[in-house]
Structure formats: structure tokens, C-alpha cells
């Protein structure tokens, strides 16, 4: 009896240690953006909603620092006519027993620039 109370306890202990991890919100902004705009051009249309992700490894410790600027450019990316970001959420995540990983994740609506070359007709994509 003594024996089926020790293994159900050490089940329960790495039950919970293997699925422990941590998701916070960092902040929620109005407009963010990592590349250069042009306000004054005032020809902007609200685009697709969009993730951007930037995540390091662990392995016993952690591989890397991810970097919320590499996650914002790639939601940004996503569309060569897009300048930012509006309505956005930035998250962090970590997950780890001896091998995890920690990720900050950027979502938000594509602000598109219609004065950039090529993106004079530019329609949402659906």
C-alpha cells in the first residue's frame, strides 16, 4: 500500500512539473511599428490580422533571448505593403522542464501604406 501512495505521488509531482509554464500579456497598444512611416501620407487601409512570433529554445537553459522587435517585423512581413501594426496584443510565453522553450508572440491588424510602389490598388485579402 505504502508502494502505490509513493508512485502516485511521484506521478502527480511530474505531472505538474512537466506541465507547468507561464503565458503574460506584455502590453496592448494602439499602433506599433518597427519600420520607418510616412503619417503625413494619410493613405492607409486596415489589413488582415496577423501573428508574429520570435521563440529560443531550452535545454537545461535557455538557447538564445528572443526579441519582441524580430516578433513584430515578422507580423508586419507578412504583406510587403504593411508599415505597422494597429490593435495590438504582445505576449510572452515559457514553458520548461529541463527542455522548453521561451517565445514572445505580437498580433495585430496590418496598417497597409497605398503610397509604397505596387501597393496603389492593394485590396484585402480574404
Same mark, same amino acid.
Given at each position: 500500500?505504502?508502494? !502505490?501512495?509513493?508512485?502516485?505521488? $511521484? =506521478? #502527480? %509531482? &511530474?505531472?505538474? #512539473?512537466? @506541465? ?8 496592448? =497598444?494602439? #499602433? ?6 510616412? =503619417?503625413?501620407? +494619410?493613405?492607409? $487601409?486596415? +489589413?488582415?490580422? %496577423? ?8 535545454? =537545461? ?9 524580430? $516578433? @513584430? ?10 508599415? +505597422?501594426? &494597429?490593435? %495590438?496584443? $504582445? ?10 522553450? %521561451? !517565445? ?5 491588424? #496590418? ?5 509604397? !510602389? ?7 485579402? !480574404?
Amino acid at each position: 500500500m505504502k508502494i !502505490k501512495k509513493t508512485v502516485s505521488m $511521484a =506521478l #502527480l %509531482v &511530474t505531472t505538474t #512539473l512537466i @506541465t507547468t509554464g507561464c503565458a503574460q500579456r506584455i502590453a496592448d =497598444l494602439t #499602433l506599433a511599428s518597427t519600420k520607418n512611416i510616412n =503619417l503625413n501620407a +494619410g493613405n492607409f $487601409a486596415e +489589413g488582415n490580422r %496577423v501573428i508574429g512570433e520570435d521563440s529560443k529554445p531550452i535545454i =537545461l537553459f535557455p538557447l538564445g533571448i528572443p526579441s519582441i522587435k524580430e $516578433a @513584430t517585423d515578422r507580423a508586419i512581413e507578412q504583406d510587403r505593403c504593411a508599415v +505597422g501594426l &494597429t490593435d %495590438v496584443s $504582445a505576449d510572452s510565453e515559457f514553458f520548461s522542464f529541463i527542455i522548453g522553450y %521561451v !517565445k514572445y508572440k505580437v498580433e495585430g491588424n #496590418l496598417i497597409i501604406d497605398k503610397t509604397k !510602389k505596387g501597393c496603389e490598388h492593394w485590396e484585402m485579402k !480574404k
